[in-house]
Structures are given as structure tokens and as C-alpha cells.
């Protein structure tokens, strides 16, 4: 199975790459187009500011390359929310495959939110044996909230989507490469989709 980690300069690789070979499996970091369709599957990290990242996508055409992809392609923390349509950081437009806008937490509550949280309301086969209310690791100062495409949920200060899904675009919000055995399982189930 050919697995690609997309590098464009956002944070979190290494994490990844480790959780993946303690699942078995070798990962290829690449920013080629050509490398990227013919994976079987792609992981979109993302640590960082969405402005920036975006710039980043955009420089390398992968802002074009990614919504055309068919095989299953897993958003973790920004990547996820630069799937989104737009986000607040920066006044970003996103790649629009999940049809929601992120916005910032409010000042309620401290931000980021950073530590562990529970998932719940869990509707993918990505949480195939998987607990409700299981503890996944987050940071976060911004967020998706809930929508058609929620297949997980978290509570801080209010509800929102921790996770979407839409045809073979899946994104997380918090790090399952982070977040222990759970976390494991989750990159697990995704590298069977």
C-alpha cells in the first residue's frame, strides 16, 4: 500500500510518520502531484496559520491537486479545516470539499484548547471500534461547527464538528497520531477504508 504524507511546511509529519510504522506501514512525504494521485492513500497535515499554509498550497498547485482526488485523503487539525470553504484565521479560503466555514472560539473560553477532550456521536467507518466518549488529543483556536458533514463530535463551550466526512475526504480535528492506542486505531481504520 502506497501511503503519502503531503509536505507543504506544516508541522505534525514526524508524529505521523511514527504512528504509521508502528501500524506496519511506510509513509512518503512528497509535495509531487504525480506521487500524490498515485497513492493509495493521503494524509493532509496541517500545524500552523491557514493564511500561510494556504500560500503554501498555492505555490505548489496542490490548492488545485487535492479536491480531485478519488482515493481516501485524511485532513488532520488545519489540514481538515483548510478543507472547509473559509476560515476565520486570516480570511482564508479554503478548498470548499466540506461545505462549512471555521470560525475562532470566543473569549469565554481559553484558547487554544489544548489537551485532551472527548469524541462522540461517532457515525464513519473511521471510528470502526471505537468507544463514544473516547479522549483524543487537541490544539485548536478555531473550529467547524456542526454540520451535515460532523462524524464526530466535541463539546468546549459548546458543540462542534471534531470530525467530517464527505465521499473520500475525512478530517479530524484533533491528532490521532497524538492521541495513543485510540488515536493508532483511528489511522488504522483509515489506512483499511
Given at each position: 500500500m502506497k501511503?503519502?504524507i503531503?509536505?507543504y511546511?506544516?508541522?505534525?509529519?514526524?508524529?505521523?510518520?511514527?504512528?504509521i510504522?508502528?501500524?506496519?506501514?511506510t509513509a512518503?512525504?512528497?509535495?509531487?502531484p504525480e506521487?500524490?494521485?498515485?497513492?493509495?492513500?493521503?494524509?493532509?497535515p496541517?500545524?500552523?496559520?491557514?493564511s500561510?499554509a494556504?500560500?503554501?498550497?498555492?505555490e505548489?498547485?496542490l490548492d488545485?491537486?487535492?479536491?480531485?482526488?478519488?482515493q481516501?485523503?485524511?485532513?488532520?487539525?488545519?489540514?481538515?479545516?483548510?478543507?472547509?470553504k473559509?476560515?476565520?484565521e486570516?480570511?482564508?479560503?479554503?478548498?470548499?470539499?466540506?461545505?462549512?466555514?471555521v470560525?475562532?472560539?470566543?473569549?469565554?473560553?481559553?484558547?487554544?484548547?489544548?489537551?485532551w477532550?472527548?469524541?462522540?456521536?461517532?457515525?464513519?467507518?473511521?471510528?470502526?471500534?471505537?468507544?463514544e466518549n473516547e479522549?483524543?488529543?487537541?490544539?485548536h483556536?478555531f473550529?467547524?461547527?456542526?454540520?451535515?458533514?460532523?462524524?464526530?463530535?466535541?463539546?468546549?463551550?459548546?458543540?462542534?464538528?471534531?470530525?467530517?466526512?464527505?465521499?473520500?475526504?475525512?478530517g479530524?480535528q484533533?491528532?490521532?497520531?497524538k492521541s495513543?492506542d485510540?488515536?493508532e486505531q483511528?489511522?488504522?481504520?483509515?489506512?483499511?477504508?
Amino acid at each position: 500500500m502506497k501511503i503519502v504524507i503531503i509536505n507543504y511546511g506544516a508541522g505534525n509529519i514526524q508524529s505521523i510518520l511514527f504512528a504509521i510504522e508502528r501500524l506496519g506501514f511506510t509513509a512518503m512525504l512528497t509535495n509531487n502531484p504525480e506521487e500524490i494521485k498515485a497513492a493509495d492513500k493521503v494524509i493532509f497535515p496541517g500545524v500552523g496559520e491557514a493564511s500561510y499554509a494556504m500560500k503554501m498550497l498555492k505555490e505548489s498547485g496542490l490548492d488545485t491537486l487535492i479536491p480531485t482526488l478519488t482515493q481516501p485523503v485524511l485532513g488532520i487539525c488545519l489540514g481538515m479545516q483548510l478543507m472547509c470553504k473559509h476560515t476565520q484565521e486570516g480570511d482564508t479560503t479554503g478548498l470548499g470539499i466540506f461545505d462549512v466555514d471555521v470560525i475562532k472560539f470566543t473569549p469565554k473560553v481559553k484558547v487554544p484548547q489544548m489537551g485532551w477532550n472527548q469524541i462522540y456521536n461517532l457515525k464513519s467507518g473511521l471510528f470502526k471500534g471505537i468507544a463514544e466518549n473516547e479522549y483524543m488529543y487537541l490544539v485548536h483556536s478555531f473550529y467547524a461547527p456542526l454540520c451535515d458533514e460532523a462524524i464526530a463530535t466535541t463539546n468546549y463551550e459548546e458543540e462542534y464538528a471534531s470530525a467530517l466526512e464527505n465521499n473520500n475526504f475525512y478530517g479530524t480535528q484533533f491528532h490521532p497520531e497524538k492521541s495513543g492506542d485510540v488515536g493508532e486505531q483511528i489511522l488504522g481504520n483509515f489506512l483499511k477504508l
